[in-house]
């Protein structure tokens, strides 16, 4: 059984910083990448940063800049430091993860998210 908990939302004014955290636990044999998704209402899923192999970064052009994403191979966890946030920065964030265990094999894995508000 494997589980991310997300932890770090909350309500931020624009311009304010928020550190998001998830941490990975059960039965992991290696972890292949750990990243970020944001989703608003009545829109898709969408990717904000991902962390491959420790080495290997991706962010969507949106948060270029002002979000950063970091890795504790060793705690299992993943980080979002979210800077110079803006309104539309408003979602909920999930936390995702490419996992191998003995038993499932390779799987994508979701926390449950955390709600992030930037608003005045």
């Known amino acids: 059984q494997v589980q991310l908990v997300e932890s770090g939302g909350g309500l931020v004014q624009p311009g304010g910083s928020l550190r998001l955290s998830c941490a990975a636990s059960g039965s992991i044999i290696s972890i292949n990448r750990m990243g970020w998704y944001r989703q608003v209402p009545g829109k898709e899923r969408e990717l904000v940063a991902m962390n491959i192999r420790g080495a290997i970064t991706n962010y969507t052009d949106s948060v270029k800049g002002r979000f950063t994403i970091s890795t504790d191979n060793a705690k299992k966890m993943v980080y979002l430091q979210m800077n110079s946030l803006k309104p539309e920065d408003t979602a909920v964030y999930y936390c995702?993860?490419?996992?191998?265990?003995?038993?499932?094999?390779?799987?994508?894995?979701w926390g449950q998210g955390t709600q992030v508000t930037v608003s005045s």
């Open positions: 995702n993860a490419r996992i191998f265990t003995i038993i499932r094999g390779t799987n994508d894995y």
